[in-house]
């Protein structure tokens, strides 16, 4: 029931989406028929799968990249597009399971990851609309004093900030919601779809060989792996598993030790028609993308074509919220009161894989199975440089990877039936103090 629930609310979920109205898809690759040989096979056609196969055929090796419906269908294709600096779950985990001097080394590998972007869109020639420029903000005194301590550590570890509170905030973002922003240059934003779809052009001109539509229902482990699909088969010496919260939905018993130590989470954004150019620099001055310091966070950026994406707005449970646009648009117009009355013609979401401490989970099965999960929300750089980390493991330098692989991570309590809703409870809860300041 869970499974069935998840699937289709997730099609449904993308039905009005600005990425996909905004972008000219190819022709869809072929499904996978008969049985392929190669060396790698990748699982997954978002970021990290992508990112992956390039890098791995970069070094000599034969790909073939299996995604279970189009290329950045899932959560690559419908994030926020914002692209930041460190990990959801902070330093903590790095600092507590590492020790000082790899927690230091994992935060500089995610300054690399967004780098990394940069890099490859300008190496690629991958047009996304990437922009430089973070706001983070918050929204009452406390959460003013949590901001301040996040921007002074960003200024420790090399990202310099611009702090602002009182009337100063409006330098960075015109909104009467908030009491104090920092802003940084690293972290940027960029169209996801656009991105992965660059990707996915660059890979096949690579060699990788691309199956849409073709879901690994099975995986036979051993020195040669042998993945199924309804129509076929791919045999392998490697693989890389890089389906997130959605693997265990097509294939519940392709990887089932690592499915329950990631939950699947419900993100939504919507989209407002084109704004004048004066309002949009006004409102957030030097078109930095912004996210706040709550819990339960609402995050937001202007589009090349100049409409505000507004998202937020997360669910622990496979239900769309109900009355979802309305809902998304208060919540916009109380971050801007201007944008109140605008029309707005996209709503759409998906799901994205958070782990119990909110630090990615990179790791391996055996010693040929390689699986990436656990991005947390900050998926869109650290999928990246997860491909690049483990083509270089499979190629043999698992230094870089194994700062990841050495995190500890645990199931989600309750097991499949009641995990769900003891987050959601989980999440009312946080929802109550975020109200409370």
Known sequence: MFARSLLNSDTQLNQQSYYEASVQRP???PPLQGTVQADVLVVGGGFAGLSAALELSARGLSVVLLEAERIGSGASGRNGGQAIVGYASGQG?????LGAADARRAWDLSLQAVD?????????????????????VADSAKKARALREECDQHNRLGVPCEWAEGAEVARFIDSPRYVAAFRENCSGHLHPLKYALGLARAAQAAGVRVFEHSPVT???RGSTLVARTAQGQVTARFGVLAGNCMLPEYG???APEIASRIMPVGTYIVGTEPLAPALCERLIP?????????????????SADRRMLFGGRVSYTTRTPPNLKSVMAQRMGAVFPELATVAVPYVWGGFVDISMNRAPDFGRLGDNLYYLQGFSGHGVALTGLAGQLVAEAVAGQAGRFDVFARLKHRAFPGGALLRTPSLALGMLWHRMRDALG
């Not at 985990?93 to 399971?97: L, M, S, Y």
């Not at 890099?119 to 922009?131: E, S, V």
């Not at 030097?286 to 202007?302: E, M, P, Q, T």
């Open 93 to 97: 985990p790095f600092e507590d399971q």
């Open 218 to 220: 099975g995986l036979q």
């Open 116 to 136: 990394l972007i940069e890099q490859r869109i300008n190496a690629l020639g991958i047009a996304c609309d990437w922009q430089r420029g973070y706001t983070y």
């Open 27 to 29: 022709a869809p690759c």
């Open 252 to 254: 519940p018993r392709v």
């Open 286 to 302: 030097g078109n930095a993308a912004v996210c706040d310091n709550n819990f339960v966070l609402d995050y937001f950026r202007f």
